[in-house]
């Protein structure tokens, strides 16, 4: 039982880079907490520094209500698994499994259950004897899992250990730690869990919370949903939902009703918009989801006019790239809405969901219009 | 219909005659190969086989007689020799040289990988100086220290002991040795060894438990080449011991020479056959894990 506080967290390399920058994270105990981020976001040095392996520079972490600045990693109630899954390369899948057990000189037979009961669990049984050179990828990655589960940790530490497999094994492995997850919460056994990862599919379905970190510092921290539809400020827009939100760069101006100019255009809204804005003008970026664009009819107003410079026909859904003056919007369909003689002359009109628009201040990303609920 | 069948069949011939004429080719090629390859293997290797020949002649044969296979074999060198002409027999000097080996070996094994852990795992002040220090050494010749190292060795009373040829090794004094298991190190991820620490392990456990079997290969290359190093140094020894009943091998070959007016050729011959038999066993023995040694410059498995 042991939740996770990570208070004002800043890391400076030996050579004097700053990759965290005093950052701050609650996770509950039993809470599945994904860390997101672009490449060298420093998701891994924070991890790292939770594990121990990497020196704190500034700040604290607190597993429980122990303070583990300066405790070793063995003593932190933590355990790991690693990308490239860090077996043990002399041991037998056994042994792997064992040895945080053995290191802490627990009775044979306690070992040797705990050591049935994970290779259960993670179905690796018919493994135990094997060396990890003979194990497959996703083998070596559930006895990767199962040395992390033995040790009963008060937090599960996760380094993109899914990123090294195929796409459908990642799919079925996501869904095995999650079960796992769920199942250790149910049993009542610690389940903390920080899971880093830069994949947003492997971050929405896994995670009860989400930390989208760039550069260093946290964006935002909310559940998928709620990252999904009320993101902060324009980079987590951006990061979370595929294909990524349009970004229009325009200007916003409040003045009986809402304009938004873009380019040589200018569309307006009501309400739905003005209620929940909290500026009154400045140069703003306007966001809208793909799914969230649809193909106006001929006699509706307010509408963006665009040129479609190229369709992806995807299955169930159409991507359309429409360009409008020197913006390059993404248009999603559904292909049963598509009608391609609907579009003449590349020419298409586009309207957004107003109720899913979102305007970002253009100099700090921040999204301007979260301040009563829509 | 003769003529047709000739036209027909011409090519046939032709190809076969080209494709025996190849065969032809090649066969005296690869014989040509294989004779020159075999006579150069064969000049290379004539000095031993002269030894081990000669080892079974008399005295008087051996430079009477160019061959090497000895005209009336005799066990005579071997049983003399064993003897020597000190009240010791050869086998109180392979006694000295084991005692020599063996804790110079472990020694060098032990110091050489925590030695070498140290300077490819953790980051200390003066990291750089220390390890530029060693390089230093290795790129001193030898030579150079030998007459420090006897006064200092001389200083603290250690002459005609085992001890300056133990000591220097325990403490890493090998710089290659430590180069090489650094180089070696430096190929292997730390993953496993981040591993090891949240699974609990100190650092020493980390050295033992895990970077050392994974640094298995290398070691083993590095025992068998101090083994064999010091199977065969001779100055070392020369230096340091004056007691004949301290002598390793490497000196007790060459008391048979100093001590005998006339030399002993065959016995010192077959004292020097029995000489090369703990190296060549222990090479052959350990071949495999040695070219693997050698070989694995960064490729995991
Ligand atoms: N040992 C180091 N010394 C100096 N800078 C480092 C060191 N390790 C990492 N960095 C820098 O710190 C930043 C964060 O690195 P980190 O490995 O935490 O990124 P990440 O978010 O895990 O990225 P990825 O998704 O690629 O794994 C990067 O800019 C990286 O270049
Ligand atoms: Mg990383």
Redesign the pocket.
């Known amino acids: 039982m042991a939740r996770l506080q990570i208070r004002n967290l800043e890391k400076v390399?030996?050579?004097s880079?700053k990759?965290v920058h005093g950052i701050s994270l609650d996770v509950d105990d039993g809470e599945f907490m994904v860390l997101v981020?672009p490449?060298?976001?420093?998701?891994?040095?924070t991890l790292r520094m939770i594990a121990g392996l990497e020196t704190i520079t500034g700040g604290e972490i607190r597993i429980g209500d122990r303070i583990v600045n300066n405790l070793a990693p063995g003593q932190r109630g933590v355990s790991m698994v690693f990308q490239n899954y860090a077996l043990y390369p002399h041991m037998k899948v056994r042994s792997n499994l064992a040895f945080g057990l053995k290191l802490k000189r627990r009775p044979k037979p306690e070992i040797e259950d705990a050591t049935k009961a994970v290779a259960n669990t993670l179905e690796i049984d018919p493994l135990l004897d094997r060396l990890p050179k003979q194990l497959s990828g996703g083998q070596a990655q559930r006895v990767a899992v199962g040395r992390a589960l033995i040790k009963k940790p008060d937090v599960f530490l996760f380094d993109?250990p899914l990123s090294n497999l195929d796409a459908k094994l990642r799919a079925s492995m996501r869904v095995r730690i999650t079960d796992l997850h769920k199942r250790l919460k149910r049993e009542g056994q610690s389940s903390t869990v920080v899971y880093v990862t830069?994949d947003q599919t492997e971050a929405m379905t896994m995670g009860d919370r989400i930390c989208v970190m760039k550069d260093g510092c946290i964006m935002q921290v909310a559940d998928p949903v709620t990252l999904y539809n009320r993101p902060e400020n324009a980079f987590v827009a951006g990061f979370i939902g595929s294909p990524e939100m349009n970004l229009m760069e325009g200007t916003l101006a409040v003045n009986g009703g809402i304009r938004v100019r873009l380019a040589d255009q200018v569309l307006t809204f009501g309400e739905d918009v003005g209620g929940r804005l909290d500026v009154t003008g400045g140069e703003v970026l306007l966001g809208v989801r793909p799914q969230h664009l649809r193909i106006a009819a001929s006699d509706e107003e307010n509408a963006l006019e665009g040129h479609v410079s190229h369709v992806e026909f995807m299955g169930h859904e159409v991507y359309l790239y429409v360009d409008i003056a020197d913006i390059r919007l993404v248009v999603v369909v559904p292909s049963e809405q598509y009608h391609p003689e609907d579009i003449r002359d590349d020419r298409i009109r586009l309207i957004p969901r107003k109720t899913a628009v979102h305007i970002f201040d253009r100099e700090t990303g921040r999204n301007v219009s979260l301040s009563a609920n829509a | 219909m003769a003529e047709q069948i000739t036209v027909r069949t011409t090519p046939e011939l032709e190809s076969a005659r080209t494709l025996a004429e190849g065969r032809r080719m090649h066969a005296i090629s690869s014989a040509v190969r294989y004779a020159l390859l075999a006579g150069v293997g064969f000049l290379m290797l004539y000095p031993l086989v002269w030894l081990i020949g000669a080892s079974f002649k008399t005295n008087t044969e051996i430079f009477a007689n160019p061959g090497f296979i000895p005209s009336e074999p005799t066990l005579n060198g071997y049983i003399q020799g064993w003897k020597t002409s000190t009240p010791y027999t050869f086998a109180t000097f392979f006694w000295n040289t084991f005692l020599i080996i063996l804790p110079k070996t472990i020694g060098t094994a032990i110091s050489c990988a925590a030695v070498a852990y140290g300077f490819a795992r953790f980051e200390f002040p003066g990291k750089r100086i220390l390890f530029a220090t060693l390089i230093a050494t290795l790129l001193l010749p030898n030579v150079v220290t030998r007459i420090p190292q006897y006064l200092l060795f001389r200083d603290l009373g250690w002459l005609d002991t085992f001890l300056p040829l133990w000591v220097p090794s325990a403490f890493a004094g090998d710089a290659f040795f430590v180069f090489m298991l650094i180089q070696f190190l430096r190929a292997i991820p730390r993953d496993m060894e981040e591993a090891a620490r949240v699974d609990g392990a100190n650092t020493l456990q980390t050295l033992i438990y895990i970077v050392v079997p994974m640094l298995a290969p290398a070691l083993i290359s590095v025992c068998l080449f101090q083994f064999m190093w010091t199977m065969n140094d001779f100055l070392g020894p020369l230096i340091y011991l004056s007691s004949v009943d301290k002598y390793p091998v490497s000196l007790a070959l060459k008391l048979s020479i100093d001590t005998t007016e006339a030399f002993q050729w065959n016995r010192i011959l077959a004292m020097s056959v029995l000489a090369l038999v703990p190296a060549l066993t222990v090479f052959f023995l350990a071949q495999k894990y040695f070219i693997e040694g050698i070989s694995t410059g960064g490729v995991k498995g």
Do not use: V
């Open positions: 390399y030996a050579n880079f990759a981020g490449s060298g976001c420093a998701k891994s040095t993109e830069h």
